[in-house]
């Protein structure tokens, strides 16, 4: 592709494919710029596919996305904006987009958007967890001639309150999410979020322990009442509950009363309504839907293990593993383990071997660039090029391969019992989760280069197509 900018000849060629009169509105994300189009079925995704840079194409929640990778897009996006097409930004294509959903969708953009604010603080705190189980450690002290004895109190102090203080109040900060995202003041759910773990109710992990002594406090004589720790669905439901009883009130309430008595009004009938009706009933659900995916997490010879590793990746690719953040917070809230993210996080690392393969068998120099690419980007967990530039765009085969080795793998993982301690970290970050038990890390480490390499021998021996086998330097 010649003349003198490459990213205006780049922007020109996508306009001109997908149609300027086609096109409704753009915008991008870290990877991919994102076209709200009027008719999708007038792109023809083979020559979106063939222009310099793009990585692959995918339509979903009424955008169709084209993936060019960090730091293409922004430059590309650039050039869409001089062309005089209309670009929106990132939140306003997505209020676009979230008025068209529905359903299932809707549901999993929801949860989405409740979660993504809070990985990073969970993830941390699984961090903390792991330096202070390595650091804290007799076998690692004793290298210094000390031990955990040796500790003054006030370290161990500081230290818990650096790893218990995210998940003592992990409600409230769910609250506070969802009600951002339900229309809501965040900071009244983040106040009412508090009131569900109040030091004043019986703290729900010791009314569960019957060595604890701790009882509920009945409420009417029947009504067990208790805190909400670890209840992500009590959090949500409250953020959902809250917020929109808030934007009924606002509208009804006169101005000069609103400021004081619409809080006053949302946090009382909210806490009543949770505390008495609601939360007990969302905990024993929630209990109830963490045993059955540790059951099946613990099936014998790995085949729960199988099961998640082999359909992880397909939920991913329809957007339904969002709904896994919601379990793998539950699981981390009342086992302090999650295995969920270990058995999936198996296909990031058979993805990197099938780009491999592709990368040193291929023929084709933009199927190469488009390998190598692709990697770079999985390595640190961005895995959509890998996915639709790869898997989904050469005949499945490498799709399967990816499939059959993510199961594989995550049955070994279930078979060894290995869970991170942690969420939000894919493969190359994704051995923090581990060192808090040096076990665990060197059996995630080595099952995790066995992934490497059955997807790496298999897409290079079974799964490269033909097309790839065509030198194209000329193009």
């Not at 409250?238 to 009804?252: D, N």
Request: hydrophobic fraction near 50%; aromatic fraction near 10%; charged fraction near 15%.
């Amino acid at each position: 592709m010649g003349g003198n900018n490459k990213y205006l000849d780049i922007a020109k060629s996508i306009v001109d494919i997908v149609g300027e009169d086609n096109i409704v509105s753009v915008t991008h994300c870290a990877t991919r710029l994102r076209i709200i189009v009027k008719d999708r079925e007038k792109i023809d995704d083979k020559k979106v596919e063939k222009i310099d840079e793009v990585k692959g194409v995918f339509f979903t929640s009424g955008q169709y996305q084209i993936i060019l990778g960090t730091g293409i897009v922004n430059k590309v996006y650039a050039e869409v904006e001089n062309l005089g097409l209309k670009t929106l930004s990132k939140k306003e294509q997505d209020e676009a987009v979230k008025s068209q959903e529905k359903g299932i969708k809707r549901i999993m953009r929801i949860l989405a958007d409740i979660f993504v604010p809070i990985i990073p603080v969970i993830a941390a705190t699984g961090l903390f967890l792991g330096l202070k189980s390595c650091i804290f450690n007799d076998n690692v002290l004793s290298l210094i001639g000390a031990s955990t004895a040796d500790i003054p109190a006030y370290i161990q102090t500081l230290v818990t309150v650096l790893t218990d203080t995210a998940f003592a109040f992990l409600p409230a900060i769910i609250t506070w999410s969802a009600f951002r995202v339900f229309g809501g003041t965040p900071v009244i759910g983040l106040v009412i979020g508090l009131m569900l773990v109040s030091p004043a109710l019986p703290n729900a992990y010791s009314v569960a322990d019957p060595k604890s002594g701790v009882e509920a406090i009945m409420a009417f004589g029947k009504i067990p009442l208790v805190g909400c720790q670890g209840s992500v669905l009590t959090a949500i439901v409250t953020g959902l509950i809250g917020a929109t009883l808030e934007k009924k009130l606002r509208k009804i309430m006169p101005n000069v009363l609103d400021l004081i008595f619409t809080p006053f009004f949302v946090m009382l009938i909210t806490m009543l309504v949770i505390l008495l009706g609601v939360g007990p009933i969302m905990h024993v659900i929630e209990l109830n839907m963490v045993n059955i995916i540790e059951k099946l997490i613990n099936l014998p010879f790995g085949i729960g293990g199988f099961i998640i590793g082999f359909t992880y990746p397909l939920a991913v690719i329809t957007g339904l593993h969002h709904t896994y953040v919601m379990i793998e917070t539950s699981l981390l809230a009342n086992t302090g383990f999650n295995a969920l993210i270990t058995l999936c996080a198996m296909y990031g690392f058979a993805n990197v071997g099938t780009c491999l393969a592709f990368a040193l068998k291929s023929k084709s120099k933009r199927i190469r660039q488009t390998s190598i690419g692709a990697m770079l980007s999985q390595l640190f967990g961005i895995s959509e090029p890998v996915l639709f530039g790869i898997q989904l765009r050469f005949n499945l085969k490498p799709l399967f391969v990816m499939l059959l080795t993510s199961g594989t793998g995550a049955a070994l993982l279930s078979i060894f019992n290995i869970r991170s301690n942690s969420y939000g970290l894919a493969v190359l970050p994704s051995y923090l989760m581990y060192i808090y038990e040096g076990h665990q890390l060197l059996i995630y480490f080595i099952i995790s280069l066995i992934c490497v390499f059955m997807s790496f021998i298999l897409t290079y021996l079974f799964a490269i197509p033909v097309e790839a086998m065509v030198f194209d330097d000329n193009i």
